[in-house]
């Protein structure tokens, strides 16, 4: 029932931001968690943020101080807000989620294209 919409993606520049974004179709508070995960070519997905219903976020060591995940619950929306962005964080982002029932629901993906 809960579908994941994801967008923003594009190409930016090295040191450069963007802010990709997760529109739930039911309300986030129906969520356990909301994440961003990615993946690159020959990778394998890898997690790199989340952010619980109480607001408590976490992140993977190599975007910390970099990506800021949020959420804005009047839109049923997640984001991520991706600053000072490398080559290296190319990649696929995903949006993921865990409801209520404990089913993990994925987004579609946006690509993300960081140019040296």
């Known amino acids: 029932q809960v579908r994941l919409v994801d967008a923003g993606g594009g190409l930016v520049q090295a040191g450069g931001s963007l802010r990709i974004s997760c529109a739930a179709s039911t309300s986030i508070f129906d969520l356990k968690i909301m994440a961003w995960y990615r993946q690159a070519p020959g990778k394998q997905r890898e997690w790199v943020a989340t952010?619980?219903?109480?607001?408590?976020?976490n992140y993977v060591d190599s975007v910390k101080g970099r990506f800021t995940i949020s959420r804005d619950s009047a839109k049923n929306t997640a984001y991520l807000q991706m600053n000072s962005l490398k080559p290296e964080d190319t990649a696929v982002y995903y949006c993921?989620?865990?409801?209520?029932?404990?089913?993990?629901?994925w987004g579609q993906g946006t690509q993300v294209t960081v140019s040296s």
């Open positions: 952010i619980a219903k109480t607001g408590s976020t």
């Open positions: 993921n989620a865990v409801g209520l029932s404990g089913a993990t629901i």
